[in-house]
T-cell receptor, first 119, second 113 residues
Framework: EAQVTQNPRYLITVTGKKLTVTCSQN?????MSWYRQDPGLGLRQIYY???????DKGDVPEGYKVSRKEKRNFPLILESPSPNQTSLYFC??????????????????FGPGTRLTVL | AQSVSQHNHHVILSEAASLELGCNYS??????LFWYVQYPGQHLQLLLK??????LVKGIKGFEAEFIKSKFSFNLRKPSVQWSDTAEYFC???????????FGTGTRLTVIP
């Protein structure tokens, strides 16, 4: 089954304790992205990756890191989490990113979400 | 600044009522437009999308949306809602050729049986 998976689904941690949220897709997608969802703010993009070893900042990258060593995985790293990073996080992927030449290939498919609480 | 506006924050309807959710964006140039739905406790699912061609787009579950370029709008419609349509609906816009997908703040729809 084609899907985007995230782990863990729920996480409660304390300020300053490094954590990693994993994201994996089995669709051979080149493009992957991380969003956070907060009430009244919708989804905001944190980081995205056009392909292996190619990553770039989204709208709210502060306090986050990512890596793309393999095509299928795109982990989100919080080196020193703070309470303002309490949020619902979604990973997404699409076949390609950005190109308008192949309509539909940049449609993003989302993972189930990770609810993070930082105390 | 680039933005996507969903003016209806919470809409409450009775079953069988008609639905229209507004979405406006502020980008110039060619855009790709999406509506996503998030059912309670679930992840976002694509309802429909517009890339080019016919501005009236039909999606899953009886939803449709109309792209009106002159109004920078992409409103979502359904002629008769069901209780199972209770969810949060997000409009999203991407400039053609760009990488970032910008979301609106979402509209919560509650359908009363």
């Amino acid at each position: 089954e084609a899907q985007v998976t995230q782990n863990p689904r729920y996480l409660i941690t304390v300020t300053g304790k490094k954590l990693t949220v994993t994201c994996s897709q089995n669709m051979n997608h080149e493009y992957m992205s991380w969003y956070r969802q907060d009430p009244g703010l919708g989804l905001r993009q944190i980081y995205y990756s056009m392909n292996v070893e190619v990553t770039d900042k989204g709208d709210v990258p502060e306090g986050y890191k990512v890596s793309r060593k393999e095509k299928r995985n795109f982990p989100l790293i919080l080196e020193s989490p703070s309470p303002n990073q309490t949020s619902l996080y979604f990973c997404a992927s699409s076949l390609f990113g950005g190109t308008g030449r192949f309509p539909g290939t940049d449609t993003q498919y989302f993972g189930p979400g990770t609810r993070l609480t930082v105390l | 600044a680039q933005s996507v506006s969903q003016h209806n924050h919470h809409v409450i309807l009775s079953e069988a009522a008609s639905l229209e959710l507004g979405c406006n964006y502020s980008y110039g140039g060619t855009v790709n437009l999406f509506w996503y739905v998030q059912y309670p406790g679930q992840h976002l699912q694509l309802l429909l999308k517009y890339f080019s061609g016919d501005p009236l787009v039909k999606g899953i579950k009886g939803f449709e949306a109309e792209f009106i370029k002159s109004k920078f709008s992409f409103n979502l419609r359904k002629p008769s809602v069901q209780w199972s349509d209770t969810a949060e609906y997000f409009c999203a816009v991407k400039k053609t050729g760009a990488n970032n997908l910008f979301f609106g703040t979402g509209t919560r729809l509650t359908v009363i049986p």
